[in-house]
């Protein structure tokens, strides 16, 4: 019976040491989950806490490098825009001075052309306000102190409650051994075990309260400092395309007015010939302004109006002649 109760002894002990190396083996360095009932209801309480908090504060890092991604998308996409939006309103610029007394389209591409350097004044705001207000904050606490101090702290409380389900099982064994044999070496041993497995619970309920108060101060900064950044990021891309929007329609109005004034101008004038001190030649003048029809009207009329009294006053003086 002896002999067996010793075999048995040794198979639980090698059982229980395979069983703390797959745990080690397979540990990783974040928070591990576990429902082995350790200690007590508040330690494992403290536990569930901790791991709640451990999933929550990495969810939330998580997200905020996909806002982080999303906003160095954005703001590599604004300087790209900035870069062709430049060219094209040089290209619009240079041909409208080349072309300006030609047509319409000269002109609108002038204004067009203006108007791009300040489109691209937006998008360069643009950018700048996610970089400052987006992408620093959010990078700052990704990698910041008090995010990865308090996971360190989960991790050691983790380790630590993988050392107290060692030390149980510990206890347990020299529980049987001292029922199998009761001598004093036995019961040293055991006392010896009982007393650090309570050093283990006393330290687990100072790391576990420290653990948790700094998880849930970083999980609330989280969500605090998260939420900021995105209200930011819809207000500044809401303010930008309005700017956008009321200076494409300010453009699109200049231009429609100048197309109007254009169609509704009068004909050009050619000037009657002019002779020259050297001989006769033929000047042509176009008319450099563009004349309401109403004003140009008003002045035919006036010219009328001197003709015909320019007629009355040679009519008179023929009058007087012939008396």
Same mark, same amino acid.
């Given at each position: 019976m002896d002999a067996l109760r010793k075999q048995a002894s040794k198979l639980r002990e090698q059982v229980a040491k395979q069983q703390q190396a797959v745990i080690k083996q397979f540990s990783g360095t974040g928070y591990e989950s576990s429902d082995v009932m350790v200690i007590d209801e508040v330690e494992m309480h403290r536990h569930q806490q901790l791991e709640k908090l451990y999933k929550s504060t990495r969810s939330g890092k998580e997200f905020q490098k996909d806002v982080v991604k999303a906003a160095e998308a954005f703001t590599a996409i604004g300087y790209r825009h900035i870069e062709a939006g430049t060219k094209l309103s040089e290209?619009?610029?240079?041909y409208g001075l080349e072309n300006i007394n030609e047509n319409i389209l000269a002109k609108a591409a002038a204004?067009?052309?203006?108007?791009?350097?300040?489109?691209?004044?937006?998008?360069?705001?643009?950018?700048?306000?996610?970089?400052?207000?987006?992408?620093?904050? /959010?990078? &700052? $606490?990704?990698? +910041?102190?008090?995010?990865?101090?308090? =996971?360190?702290? %989960?991790?050691?409380?983790?380790?630590?409650?993988?050392?107290a389900e060692t030390q149980a099982a510990e206890i347990s064994r020299r529980q049987a051994r001292v029922r199998e044999s009761p001598f004093p070496e036995n019961v040293s041993k055991l006392h010896a075990a009982e007393t650090r497995m309570q050093e283990i619970r006393a330290n687990m309920a100072v790391l576990g309260k420290e653990a948790a108060a700094a998880l849930a101060a970083v999980e609330a900064q989280?969500?605090?400092?998260?939420?900021?950044? /995105?209200? &930011? $990021?819809?207000? +500044?891309?809401?303010?930008?395309?309005? =700017?956008?929007? %009321?200076?494409?329609?300010?453009?699109e109005a200049e231009m429609v007015s100048e197309k109007q004034q254009k169609e509704s101008a009068p004909p050009m004038i050619l000037p009657p010939v002019i002779p020259s001190g050297n001989g006769l030649e033929k000047s042509t003048y176009f008319l450099a302004e563009e004349l309401n029809r109403k004003d140009y009207l008003w002045e035919q009329v006036l010219n009328l109006y001197i003709l015909h009294r320019v007629f009355l006053v040679r009519g008179e003086r023929l009058s007087s002649k012939q008396k």
């Open positions: 290209d619009c610029c240079r204004i067009y052309g203006d108007a791009l350097k300040h489109v691209e004044q937006e998008q360069d705001d643009l950018n700048r306000q996610l970089s400052s207000q987006v992408l620093e904050p /959010l990078r &700052a $606490m990704i990698t +910041g102190t008090p995010l990865e101090d308090a =996971r360190h702290l %989960a991790q050691r409380y983790s380790r630590m409650r993988q050392e989280q969500y605090r400092l998260t939420f900021q950044r /995105l209200v &930011a $990021m819809v207000e +500044g891309e809401k303010n930008y395309h309005l =700017r956008i929007a %009321a200076i494409l329609s300010e453009v």
